[in-house]
T-cell receptor, first 114, second 113 residues
Framework: AQSVSQHNHHVILSEAASLELGCNYS??????LFWYVQYPGQHLQLLLK??????LVKGIKGFEAEFIKSKFSFNLRKPSVQWSDTAEYFCAVSYSGSARQLTFGSGTQLTVLP | DAGVTQSPTHLIKTRGQQVTLRCSPKSGHDTVSWYQQALGQGPQFIFQYYEEEERQRGNFPDRFSGHQFPNYSSELNVNALLLGDSALYLCASSRGLRDDGYTFGSGTRLTVV
């Protein structure tokens, strides 16, 4: 079965620190990749997505992610985090032929200290 | 505003009972997917409805069923509730069967006691 792994369950950073959250998926075929964010008490929001083309994808709020096909990875990065980035981050994958069903990782809770 | 409306926001049911959750998709969206998010976990796909038909189903028992109405809104029904059904149930809408990112609702928190 396809799976998505997020290696960091909880990350704590100080403001202005750089962020990288890992995401690996298990499927070797064509995939679409997503990062969603869930701020406290709010709904899941799309941060960025990758379908094809340039493997470096830029999203909202200064986030970016790099798709490395050979490593089955789609890591999320931000050069300088803010307190308002405190949230839970989910990596998700949809696989060719899956009728756009999303498979999510277990999430990474990011806490940014002021 | 998520654009996707779910009701109710919270619900407490007794084991063995049945529950119905409701979802109105974002304007312009005609496809509805349901996800279950247990505490500390990522959302898990339950099923997807398009053109009033179930198009895809995840690894959930038949106790979980759904429906989509002509106005694209949807219901999720769970029969014979178990304690393990306690979770946040999320509805996500999209346009057609395209895969360009879903819009999620804020969810219904179901507690089974």
């Amino acid at each position: 079965a396809q799976s998505v792994s997020q290696h960091n369950h909880h990350v704590i950073l100080s403001e202005a620190a750089s962020l990288e959250l890992g995401c690996n998926y298990s499927y070797g075929g064509t995939v679409n990749l997503f990062w969603y964010v869930q701020y406290p008490g709010q709904h899941l929001q799309l941060l960025l997505k990758y379908f094809s083309g340039d493997p470096l994808v830029k999203g909202i709020k200064g986030f970016e992610a790099e798709f490395i096909k050979s490593k089955f990875s789609f890591n999320l990065r931000k050069p300088s985090v803010q307190w308002s980035d405190t949230a839970e981050y989910f990596c998700a994958v949809s696989y060719s032929g899956s009728a756009r069903q999303l498979t999510f990782g277990s999430g990474t809770q990011l806490t940014v200290l002021p | 505003d998520a654009g996707v409306t779910q009701s109710p926001t919270h619900l407490i049911k007794t084991r063995g009972q049945q529950v119905t959750l409701r979802c109105s998709p974002k304007s312009g969206h005609d496809t509805v997917s349901w996800y279950q998010q247990a505490l500390g976990q990522g959302p898990q796909f339950i099923f997807q409805y398009y053109e009033e038909e179930e198009r895809q189903r995840g690894n959930f028992p038949d106790r979980f069923s759904g429906h989509q109405f002509p106005n694209y809104s949807s219901e999720l029904n769970v029969n014979a509730l178990l304690l393990g059904d306690s979770a946040l149930y999320l509805c996500a809408s999209s346009r057609g069967l395209r895969d360009d990112g879903y819009t999620f609702g804020s969810g219904t928190r179901l507690t089974v006691v």
